[in-house]
């Protein structure tokens, strides 16, 4: 199973613990060789004019893909899932987040974010679906709590907030 990477610094140390990370990943031998979606794909590329740096893995049907962005927010996405898709968004924010403990500030941020997403290229603009799916849930949302969205998607919004950074965790799954 794939082991969570939170980085806490954007220095070149930071590649050096992508890196590592990304080798303590474990094969998991019983998926199935034939997905219905086939393997995950990045969605990001370091041409797009906002990117900075781009890192892109995939190990068995697991995807991983790190983007630090101009505006210096860093976005980790993992998709998996080989009948069933399940996306994890982990967008990474410098800054003092402590204080904020009214929860619809982070379902703000969440939409905030997918929405800025679509803007970044016209191939992206799918993300304001996600924005939508999030918004149209926003008043029944509890975080840490799974709601569905739209059909068989299922949403969630998790956070974790130290003194000097906040990681807004969205995930998608359908069945």
């Known amino acids: 199973m794939l082991k969570r990477f939170s980085p806490t610094f954007l220095y070149p140390s930071v590649i050096a613990l992508i890196f590592w ?7 998991d031998s019983s998926q199935p060789t034939k997905c219905k979606y086939g393997k995950p794909t990045a969605i990001f590329h370091d041409t797009m004019q906002t990117v900075a740096k781009h890192f892109f893995q995939i190990k068995d049907n697991v995807g991983i893909e790190m983007v630090v962005f101009n505006n210096k927010l860093l976005l980790e996405i993992e998709q998996s899932g080989c009948n069933d898709i399940h996306q994890q968004f982990s967008f990474v924010m410098f800054g003092k987040f402590k204080n904020i403990e009214n ?3 982070w379902k703000q941020l969440a939409i905030k974010h997918f929405r800025d997403l679509a803007q ?5 603009t799918a993300f304001n679906g996600w924005a939508d799916a999030i918004e ?6 509890k975080l840490s709590e ?3 969205v739209e059909g068989k998607t299922q949403v969630r919004i998790d956070k974790i907030v130290s003194e000097d950074k906040a990681t807004l965790v969205v995930q998608f799954s359908s069945q």
């Open 136 to 141: 149209s849930v926003k008043d029944k949302l």
């Open 21 to 27: 990370s990304l080798g303590a990943c474990q094969s």
């Open 146 to 148: 799974p709601i569905e």
């Open 103 to 105: 929860d619809d500030v």
């Open 120 to 124: 970044i290229s016209s191939t992206l």
